[in-house]
Nanobody
Framework: QVQVVESGGGLVQPGGSLRLSCAAS????????MGWFRQAPGKQRELVAR???????NYADSVKGRFTISRDTAKNTVYLEMSSLKPEDTAVYYC??????????WGQGTQVTVSS
């Protein structure tokens, strides 16, 4: 059974940094993409960043230049380095793992709060 476990959220001041981690386990099948989405209160869930199997990445315009996504393929783990954080980055961040043949799985979410 696939499990997706996130860690690393918390409270940070504006301009600060945080690192999120997400590990997928439970399947030996290949992963096509791993990514981070976020959902703020009253808003739809949106893509933050994604890395696919060939190393290609996508970022939301709002985080370009501030967030960096990376992946450790051997560990089925993805990281999101967030810097220059703003109050509008406050949200629950969800990890999404898409397998070639199993479909997509979500983590339970981790809260990121940017406030002074």
């Amino acid at each position: 059974q696939v499990q997706v476990v996130e860690s690393g959220g918390g409270l940070v001041q504006p301009g600060g940094s945080l690192r999120l981690s997400c590990a997928a386990s439970g399947s030996a099948l290949g992963i096509y993409a791993m990514g981070w989405f976020r959902q703020a209160p009253g808003k739809q869930r949106e893509l933050v960043a994604r890395v696919i199997s060939d190393g290609g990445t996508n970022y939301a315009d709002s985080v370009k230049g501030r967030f960096t996504i990376s992946r450790d393929t051997a560990k089925n783990t993805v990281y999101l380095e967030m810097s220059s954080l703003k109050p509008e980055d406050t949200a629950v961040y969800y990890c999404n793992v898409r397998y070639y043949s199993l479909g997509a799985y979500w983590g339970q979410g981790t809260q990121v709060t940017v406030s002074s």
